[in-house]
């Protein structure tokens, strides 16, 4: 079942609600595989995305809650980081499930964790943020769309590349 953006999922009406309605189409992805020979690759496609959006999306968060002087910024991301374990244990997980009923199976807990994980933080945790948007604000600008973020990332990481695959004692290492 997908996820629908609903009003009282709103934080800030801005960057961080923009952030949170694309991992909500992430999540939504799983939720259309189909049972084919492709699945395992595309649920761990998703997955990948999913990964690298949402660490960078939790960077950007704990940014500005650190920039607003949010007080629950220390639980909020040792929450963060309990969900990025979780999400790399399923990543794990996808790796291990071969035959077509363990994939089907495995999508089924991946979409229930998933959709539990995202609106449970956004209405539970993330909702504290509310009272601290003004402050935030002031500090989102200039921040990039998540999607754009991700690509600039991934793009210094290819550009770093070649540069940690030197080895020092070769010339030109």
């Given at each position: 079942?997908?996820?629908v953006?609903?009003?009282?999922?709103?934080?800030?009406g801005?960057?961080?609600d923009?952030?949170?309605?694309?991992?909500?189409?992430?999540?939504?992805?799983?939720?259309?595989?189909?049972?084919?020979?492709?699945?395992?690759?595309?649920?761990?496609?998703?997955?990948?995305?999913?990964?690298?959006?949402?660490?960078?999306?939790?960077?950007?968060?704990?940014?500005?809650q650190?920039?607003?002087?949010?007080?629950?910024?220390?639980?909020?991301?040792?929450?963060?980081?309990?969900?990025?374990?979780?999400?790399?244990a399923?990543?794990a997980?996808?790796?291990?499930?071969?035959a077509?009923?363990?994939m089907?199976?495995?999508?089924?807990?991946?979409?229930?964790?998933?959709?539990?994980?995202?609106?449970?933080?956004?209405?539970?945790?993330?909702?504290?943020?509310?009272?601290f948007?003004?402050?935030?604000?002031?500090?989102?600008?200039?921040?990039?769309?998540?999607a754009?973020?991700?690509q600039?990332?991934?793009?210094?990481?290819?550009?770093?590349?070649p540069?940690?695959?030197?080895?020092?004692?070769l010339?030109?290492?």
């Open positions: 079942m997908s996820i953006w609903r009003d009282r999922m709103s934080i800030d801005g960057l961080i923009n952030d949170h309605r694309y991992l909500i189409g992430l999540v939504n992805e799983v939720d259309s595989v189909r049972p084919s020979p492709a699945m395992p690759e595309q649920l761990a496609a998703i997955l990948a995305r999913l990964d690298a959006y949402a660490r960078i999306h939790f960077e950007r968060e704990e940014r500005l650190a920039a607003a002087g949010f007080p629950y910024a220390s639980a909020h991301h040792r929450r963060h980081a309990d969900l990025a374990r979780q999400l790399d399923m990543r997980e996808c790796g291990k499930a071969v077509p009923q363990e089907l199976t495995f999508q089924n807990r991946l979409g229930d964790f998933l959709h539990q994980w995202l609106v449970d933080h956004i209405v539970k945790a993330d909702i504290l943020m509310k009272p948007v003004a402050k935030m604000q002031l500090h989102a600008g200039g921040i990039p769309p998540l754009e973020a991700v600039r990332r991934e793009a210094d990481r290819t550009a770093d590349q540069r940690r695959n030197r080895h020092p004692a010339p030109g290492g």
